[in-house]
């Protein structure tokens, strides 16, 4: 009786310490999963290139199954993706684990513009570099403006007084613009607004003379012949957009060639498994048809990045955008 008495107490001792390794002990990280909805940060305003990329990718995530929990993308565009950088920053318990991010290139020149912010881009979590997005300068086809040429000598005309709408301040969109207007000796007043797709209508409906829009922003407009490209930022003609020469094309090297870059990236802090489970997630998103689909027709460019490659990617960026805002007068 005593064998079994002890027998019996050594398999209950033994379920117990079990079960109890099973809470504390560190869990797998390719066990890991969402316990619940995953915030979707977005750095820009609605209807912009971050946010239609956001929820194409939410769509394909849901319709593929490819997270037990939802994505919920949430806009917050203030302060030229401050707002979203310090959210991210800024994540504790719990949501360090279930909050990423979709980035613009206001994820360099935001910290740098804003030291104050505290934001350290290395500290973020690497989950993926999903393309890398084109610029064209765009003009309203009202303007009868089809080169560069002419549009120089408009923008000439009209001094101060011409409209270059774009996306945030110190961002990529003001970069361009202080680009053009020194390499052209133009003197455009840039104006901010919040979203790349409010920048579209503000020209569209001749709120603003010209704009340099990602295609994915001003395409609808473009294809009901309401808007013309002029001129691309691209090493190459783009394919959608045979009959805007590059800038390299016109011979101007005082215009960079440039590419925004579009990554998800996650809280600073996150766990080994959380990463490990997004980055398979959005490697997923990114070999989809969808995904393949809409890189195409939207003219974006660009293999998938993460880990290690990603920050190195990150890091030669952050240089580039340091020296440009030196030479604008910005920092």
């Known amino acids: 009786m005593k064998t079994l008495f002890r027998s019996a107490m050594y398999t209950i001792l033994g379920v117990l310490v079990m079960a109890f390794g099973s809470l504390v002990a560190p869990q797998d990280a390719g066990a890991w999963e969402p316990r619940k909805p995953v915030d979707f940060v977005i750095m820009a305003g609605k209807g912009g290139g971050a946010d239609k990329m956001a929820r194409l990718m939410q769509t394909i995530i849901e319709k593929h199954k490819l997270s037990t929990k939802p994505f919920i993308p949430i806009n917050k565009p203030g302060g030229s993706g401050a707002e979203s950088l310090i959210h991210l920053k800024n994540a504790s318990g719990v949501n360090k684990d279930h909050t990423v991010m979709v980035t613009l290139n206001s994820f360099y020149t935001t910290p740098l513009r804003q030291p104050g912010l505290g934001v350290d881009i290395s500290t973020f979590t ?115 957009f045979p009959d805007a020469p590059t800038f390299q094309e016109l011979g101007q090297k005082g215009i960079p060639v440039y590419f925004m870059q579009r990554s998800v990236v ?24 969808e995904w393949q689909d809409y890189m195409k027709k939207k003219s974006l460019r660009g293999a998938f990045l993460t880990g290690k490659k990603l920050k190195k990617y990150w890091a030669v960026e952050k240089d580039i955008h340091q020296k440009m805002l030196k030479d604008i007068g910005e920092i």
Request: aromatic share 10%.
């Open 126 to 240: 690497p989950v993926g570099r999903m393309a890398e997005d084109t610029f064209l300068l765009w003009v309203h086809k009202d303007s009868g403006i089809t080169n560069v040429d002419q549009f120089v000598k408009a923008a000439k005309a009209k001094g101060n007084n011409w409209i270059m709408a774009g996306t945030g301040k110190g961002q990529e969109d003001q970069l361009l613009t202080s680009f053009l207007n020194a390499a052209y000796g133009l003197n455009m007043k840039y104006v901010p607004f919040k979203g790349g797709g409010r920048v579209a209508k503000e020209l569209a409906g001749k709120h603003a003379d010209s704009t340099v829009n990602n295609p994915s922003e001003q395409l609808g407009f473009y294809q009901a012949g309401t808007t013309r490209p002029i001129a691309a930022f691209t090493p190459d003609r783009m394919e959608l």
């Open 266 to 289: 996650g809280a600073p802090g996150m766990s080994k498994g959380a990463q490990k489970y997004y980055q398979k997630v959005f490697s997923k998103v990114y070999k989809t048809s």
